[in-house]
């Protein structure tokens, strides 16, 4: 039997165009796909496909949606590129028994990939994934295994995506509000499945709109990868500190991270984005429920539901965690430090262009600028420091990398005593200003060393030490 090829990380499968991620393999990936739900939910409910702007990825959603309709599923197919959490909410619109999308999310552009969406529309759960990947080196040594359908079959039907997803994002803000704001708002979907939607549910009041990388294109230039993270966001970040805005909202490749920048163009960090939706929702909103935060998210998440009476939850990374626990839990928020947040009332799963419209609402509905809203933070929460740096690796290095770690068992870092240590999912160090946390990715050979302290100063030599610890240099 081969090597399998495909192999599920954080949220979904990933892999380098053209080297493991091929028609072949994403055939077998599919008729996995088609055989777990299949068993699972019979037949009689439909399955979604949608994919991104990356390249081939209408191309390798055709192949997914004729494998699932050989297999006699329904296939409601994608008519353009589209945010993952329109796919997931079309889920939950039609009763699909699931659903698949083409897109390697924030990866850089020689990656695509496939997420698995269950009947609820969220990240599919380790074990669903594993299901299906145990299925994949079976149909690769097979013969004629793979059953296919013509796209133009009557199984497969076409359909826009973004209509359905905007209602019901009119549903969860309040858009007129926001409409009559008088806002000058800075967007960049960074060349992906995002562009043009804040803009077209912004159109016809005062609140203008101000969009860059608007344009598909799979190479995503100028850019490390469709991330917005500091690194990746330079000319977004010139051009609202050239300009007179309110704030700038950037998401990823498939939509469902966001990326805040303030009015004068310095950009917010993912944890501390966290901590001010979670204000939003519980100060300024007066909502109440719990909040989930993953093992890389903001301290800020714990004290500020200390403060509202909430309880807190903490999972590994990853929403395959995170959904269903919010589900299970009733959450209000669930979030993770790659900028990732899902909410009550909407998706078990992340959605960056809803959270960009509550971080909008919030400056709408307070008249202060996202610097101002982040002192309010800081005046529950205490002033918190955050960085990650990532390393890429030589493959196959990670064992030895994962080996050093496990042996790892530092008492001092930065000079700091380490208090306790957590190996929820990665190696997490605390000192009495915060922690260090070291991961490697599931889906590229990349290793992320994580820190969030209350003093600054530590940020730096927190770092190192993680470094240090990882035995890896710049």
Same mark, same amino acid.
């Given at each position: 039997?081969?090597?399998?090829?495909? +192999?599920?990380?954080?949220?979904?499968?990933?892999?380098?165009?053209?080297?493991?991620?091929?028609?072949?393999?994403?055939?077998?990936?599919?008729?996995?796909?088609?055989?777990?739900?299949?068993?699972?939910?019979?037949?009689? /409910?439909?399955?979604?496909?949608?994919?991104?702007? /990356?390249?081939?990825?209408?191309?390798?959603? *055709?192949?997914?949606?004729?494998?699932?309709?050989?297999? %006699?599923?329904?296939?409601?197919?994608?008519?353009?590129?589209? $945010?993952?959490?329109?796919?997931?909410?079309?889920?939950?619109?039609? %009763?699909?028994?699931?659903?698949?999308?083409?897109?390697?999310?924030?990866?850089?552009?020689?990656?695509?990939?496939?997420?698995?969406?269950?009947?609820?529309? %969220?990240?599919?759960?380790?074990?669903?994934?594993?299901?299906? =990947?145990?299925?994949?080196?079976?149909?690769?040594?097979? =013969?004629?295994?793979?059953?296919?359908?013509?796209?133009?079959?009557?199984? &497969?039907?076409?359909?826009?995506?973004?209509?359905?997803?905007?209602?019901?994002?009119?549903? *969860?803000?309040?858009?007129?509000?926001?409409?009559?704001?008088?806002?000058?708002?800075?967007?960049?979907?960074?060349?992906?499945?995002?562009?043009?939607?804040?803009?077209?549910?912004?159109?016809?009041?005062?609140?203008?709109?101000?969009?860059?990388?608007?344009?598909?294109?799979?190479?995503?230039?100028?850019?490390?990868? $469709?991330?917005?993270?500091?690194?990746?966001?330079?000319?977004?970040?010139?051009? &609202?500190?050239?300009?007179?805005?309110?704030?700038?909202?950037?998401?990823?490749?498939?939509?469902?991270?966001?990326? !805040?920048?303030?009015?004068? @163009?310095?950009?917010?960090?993912?944890?501390?984005?966290?901590?001010?939706?979670?204000?939003?929702?519980? @100060?300024?909103?007066?909502?109440?429920?719990?909040?989930?935060?993953?093992?890389?998210?903001?301290?800020?998440?714990? !004290?500020?539901?200390?403060?509202?009476?909430?309880?807190?939850?903490?999972?590994?990374?990853?929403?395959? +965690?995170?959904?269903?626990?919010?589900?299970?839990?009733?959450? !209000?928020?669930?979030?993770?430090?790659?900028?990732?947040?899902?909410?009550?009332? +909407?998706?078990?799963? /992340?959605? %960056?262009?809803?959270?960009?419209?509550?971080?909008?609402?919030?400056?709408?509905?307070?008249?202060?600028?996202?610097?101002?809203?982040? *002192?309010?933070?800081?005046?529950?929460?205490?002033? +918190?420091?955050?960085?990650?740096?990532?390393?890429?690796? *030589?493959?196959?290095?990670?064992?030895?990398?994962?080996?050093?770690?496990?042996?790892?068992?530092?008492? #001092?870092?930065?000079?700091?005593?380490?208090?306790?240590?957590?190996?929820?999912?990665?190696?997490?160090?605390?000192?009495?200003?915060?922690?260090?946390?070291?991961?490697?990715?599931?889906? =590229?050979?990349?290793?992320?060393?994580?820190?969030?302290?209350?003093? #600054?100063? !530590?940020?730096?030599?927190?770092?190192?030490?993680?470094?240090?610890?990882?035995?890896?240099? &710049?």
């Amino acid at each position: 039997m081969r090597d399998n090829p495909v +192999h599920f990380g954080t949220d979904g499968w990933r892999a380098i165009i053209a080297d493991t991620f091929t028609f072949e393999n994403v055939r077998a990936c599919s008729q996995a796909v088609a055989d777990h739900f299949s068993e699972t939910y019979g037949k009689e /409910r439909p399955i979604v496909v949608g994919f991104d702007t /990356r390249f081939l990825s209408d191309e390798f959603a *055709q192949a997914v949606a004729r494998v699932l309709a050989g297999n %006699g599923f329904t296939v409601q197919l994608a008519d353009r590129p589209a $945010p993952t959490p329109a796919l997931s909410y079309r889920i939950i619109e039609v %009763g699909a028994c699931g659903g698949v999308v083409v897109t390697s999310s924030h990866n850089p552009f020689r990656w695509n990939g496939i997420k698995v969406k269950p009947h609820y529309g %969220g990240s599919a759960s380790p074990e669903i994934v594993a299901d299906i =990947e145990q299925r994949v080196p079976a149909i690769l040594d097979a =013969e004629d295994t793979i059953k296919d359908a013509p796209l133009d079959s009557d199984a &497969i039907s076409r359909f826009d995506p973004v209509p359905g997803y905007l209602e019901t994002l009119r549903r *969860q803000v309040n858009i007129d509000r926001l409409k009559s704001a008088g806002l000058n708002v800075a967007v960049d979907p960074m060349y992906g499945a995002g562009a043009g939607l804040v803009a077209q549910l912004l159109d016809g009041g005062s609140t203008r709109v101000t969009e860059i990388h608007d344009e598909r294109n799979p190479a995503f230039p100028g850019i490390r990868a $469709p991330e917005p993270i500091e690194s990746n966001l330079g000319a977004f970040l010139s051009l &609202i500190a050239n300009g007179d805005f309110a704030a700038g909202i950037a998401t990823d490749g498939d939509a469902d991270r966001v990326g !805040l920048v303030d009015e004068r @163009g310095a950009y917010v960090d993912q944890l501390r984005t966290f901590g001010l939706l979670v204000n939003y929702l519980l @100060g300024e909103r007066g909502l109440r429920g719990p909040v989930v935060k993953s093992v890389t998210t903001s301290n800020m998440a714990t !004290l500020l539901a200390r403060h509202y009476g909430v309880p807190l939850f903490e999972t590994p990374v990853g929403f395959k +965690h995170i959904g269903p626990l919010m589900m299970r839990e009733d959450a !209000l928020i669930g979030g993770e430090e790659s900028g990732g947040y899902g909410f009550r009332g +909407h998706l078990p799963e /992340r959605d %960056g262009i809803l959270a960009g419209l509550f971080l909008l609402d919030y400056v709408a509905a307070t008249g202060k600028p996202p610097s101002e809203l982040l *002192q309010q933070v800081f005046a529950i929460t205490g002033p +918190h420091f955050y960085e990650r740096i990532d390393f890429d690796l *030589q493959p196959g290095s990670n064992a030895a990398v994962q080996a050093k770690l496990n042996a790892a068992k530092p008492t #001092e870092i930065a000079g700091r005593q380490v208090v306790s240590d957590d190996r929820t999912d990665g190696w997490r160090f605390f000192i009495p200003e915060g922690w260090l946390l070291l991961r490697l990715s599931g889906t =590229e050979p990349l290793l992320r060393i994580y820190t969030e302290v209350t003093d #600054e100063s !530590l940020v730096k030599p927190v770092l190192e030490e993680g470094k240090r610890l990882a035995g890896v240099a &710049i």
